[in-house]
């Protein structure tokens, strides 16, 4: 499996951005992806997921300004951003996992590259 993220850049506060989690290769054994972040300093954290069939969860700080969606056509899931603060900064990586008992759980090793997130104050 491969994943590629994209659609990152510099947006002032209050703005909005699109993420693009492009997905490849076989994905039978997992029912989701995940986007996480990892701010300047700071741990890697779970954002948001939505299986593949089409169920969304949300991190409750990002509940409102967030929604993660998917266009099987495409093999590709966005993450749209909303109302962007700067502690919103930060590398943005989606993943492939499994979604059960209402917790994500990312496959051990694959995460696309990430895409640079800068909200400027």
């Known amino acids: 499996v491969q994943l590629q993220a994209s659609g990152g850049g510099l947006v002032q506060a209050g703005g909005s951005l699109r993420l693009s989690c492009a997905v490849s290769?076989?994905?039978?054994?997992?029912?989701?992806i995940g986007w996480y972040r990892q701010g300047p300093g700071k741990q890697r954290e779970w954002v948001a997921s939505?299986?593949?069939?089409?169920?969304?969860a949300y991190e409750d700080s990002m509940k409102g300004r967030v929604t993660v969606s998917r266009d099987s056509a495409k093999d590709t899931v966005y993450l749209q951003m909303n109302r962007l603060a700067p502690e919103d900064t930060g590398v943005y990586y989606c993943?492939?996992?499994?979604?059960?008992?209402?917790?994500?759980?990312?496959?051990?090793?694959?995460w696309g590259q990430g895409t640079l997130v800068t909200v400027s104050s």
């Open positions: 939505i299986t593949f069939d089409g169920s969304a």
């Open positions: 993943s492939i996992g499994h979604y059960y008992d209402s917790r994500y759980y990312p496959a051990a090793g694959i």
């Open positions: 290769g076989v994905t039978a054994r997992y029912n989701a």
